[in-house]
């Protein structure tokens, strides 16, 4: 069984660009969330996806959006980046989304550094 | 605002003794909880959860405790272990909706030889 991975490991981007991060769930599940780690900080939930739709969301701007597709692979896309996003980005993949609680598996992560 | 917190950054702890990690949170809605464990360069792992609907759960060397009156959760390793020493988060959720955890700042634990 494979687990949740992503890619890529580490990211180096400049102010006002656009990046897209990838993540692919755990065989099964059919949820996808992300979250942002700050350095020093717990992971902030940034949204969720369940079946291809959007399934809540956190305290972000829109210029954070993301996708996913029908073999429940996710991608997070951040525009316009901001030196504040610069973060440990997990994602994490669970089966079912409400109405009980499902364990959630976490991947590596990808490092994004916004000089 | 700080709806789960660890207080405690750091914990140093020998190794055999008994770790105790504790956590708070405010939102009353929170119903079920969750502690991950975090090496580096790897994503946070499920250690053990509560429901709110229970104030114990024990599995192997870890318990977790759960006070509601005082909104106050703790995880209890015995005995601990060299292998022990990584971050610790305690994470919050609602069974009801989607399945947001809102996570404490973490505790880094380092059991000593």
């Known amino acids: 069984e494979t687990g949740v991975t992503q890619s890529p490991t580490h990211l180096i981007k400049t102010r006002g660009q656009q990046v897209t991060l990838r993540c692919s769930s755990q065989s099964g599940h059919n949820t996808v969330s992300w979250y942002q780690q700050a350095l020093g900080q717990g992971p902030q939930f940034i949204f969720q996806y ?66 | 605002d700080q709806q789960v917190k660890q207080n405690s950054p750091s914990l140093s702890v020998q190794e055999g003794r008994i770790s105790i990690l504790n956590c708070d949170y405010t939102n009353s809605m929170f119903d079920y909880f969750l502690w991950y464990k975090k090496y580096p360069a790897e994503g946070p792992t499920f250690l053990i959860s509560i429901s709110s609907i229970k104030d114990k759960n024990e599995d192997g060397r ?25 971050v610790y988060f305690c994470a919050a959720s609602q069974i009801q909706g989607a399945q947001k955890l809102v996570f404490g700042q973490g505790t880094r634990l380092t059991i000593n030889p």
Request: aromatic share 12%; charged share 15%.
């Open chain 1, 50 to 115: 369940y079946r291809e739709e959007e399934n809540g969301r956190g305290n972000f701007p829109p210029r954070f959006s993301g996708l996913q597709f029908p073999n429940y692979s996710s991608e997070l896309n951040v525009n316009a980046l901001e030196l504040d996003d610069s973060a440990l980005y997990l994602c994490a993949s669970s089966l079912g989304a409400s109405g009980g609680v499902y364990e959630q598996f976490f991947g590596p992560g990808t490092r994004l550094t916004v000089l």
């Open chain 2, 62 to 86: 870890f318990t977790v405790f759960l006070n509601k009156s005082a909104k106050h959760l703790s995880l209890h390793i015995v005995p601990s272990q060299p292998g022990d020493s990584a």
